[in-house]
């Protein structure tokens, strides 16, 4: 089973950015983004149920990401718009063999090796 992460970079605050995850190896339900920053708990960023009908998002999201799956490819995207210089981290995508929205990193049992934000000021 493998994650792989990529769309990373560094861009300019108010900027975008399209994250994307590969998954490999199984079919998942649920899958997430999370992100942490040096010294910080990872953080949840959002999840997409397996059917891609359900969402949810951090609280400080505010409607600047959107997330989505294509399952053809099997594969989850996360476009991030208004970017600003507090979502400077590395943002993991996570997969979950069960079902329903999980917002902890517990509830996850794969996990990409992560790929670097860093949006300057």
């Known amino acids: 089973v493998q994650l792989q992460a990529s769309g990373g970079g560094l861009v300019q605050a108010g900027g975008s950015l399209r994250l994307s995850c590969a998954a490999s190896?199984?079919?998942?339900?649920?899958m997430g983004w999370f992100r942490q920053a040096p010294g910080k708990e990872r953080e949840f960023v959002g999840a997409?149920?397996?059917?891609?009908?359900?969402?949810a998002y951090g609280n400080f999201v505010k409607g600047r990401f959107t997330i989505s799956r294509d399952n053809t490819k099997n594969t989850v995207y996360l476009q991030m718009n208004s970017l600003n210089p507090e979502d400077t981290a590395r943002y993991y995508c996570?997969?979950?063999?069960?079902?329903?929205?999980?917002?902890?990193?517990?509830?996850?049992?794969?996990w990409g090796q992560g790929t670097q934000v860093t949006v300057s000021s």
């Open positions: 190896g199984s079919t998942f339900s649920t």
């Open positions: 996570a997969a979950a063999i069960a079902s329903g929205i999980g917002t902890m990193p517990h509830e996850y049992d794969y």
């Open positions: 997409i149920s397996g059917s891609g009908g359900f969402t």
